[in-house]
């Protein structure tokens, strides 16, 4: 993706390895075509309570599995954890 789209000059499709196409863009760049950065929380890595955690997610998952849900439900139930 490029931004803004008119900075795009032309395009082409070429060859490649195989059976596969690549996608050529010449574009003019200026300075001006950047987009302001959000800032963001990063987590502190190395500081997690890791038994607590396991803990944790050890009794969960023995309720998970006891009221029926199926593999899906309880890796869709640790991602949202974790």
Request: hydrophobic share 40%; proline share 4%.
């Amino acid at each position: 993706m490029v931004r803004p789209e008119s900075s795009v000059t032309s395009s082409g499709i070429v060859q490649v390895v195989s059976d596969h196409l690549a996608v050529i863009l010449e574009v003019e760049w200026e300075d001006t075509c950047t987009e302001p950065q959000v800032e963001r929380v990063v987590p502190v890595y190395r500081k997690t309570d890791v038994s607590g955690l396991q803990t944790f997610l050890r009794d969960k998952f023995a309720v998970w599995a006891c009221n029926g849900s199926n593999v899906e439900e309880i890796w869709n139930n640790l991602k949202n954890i974790v």
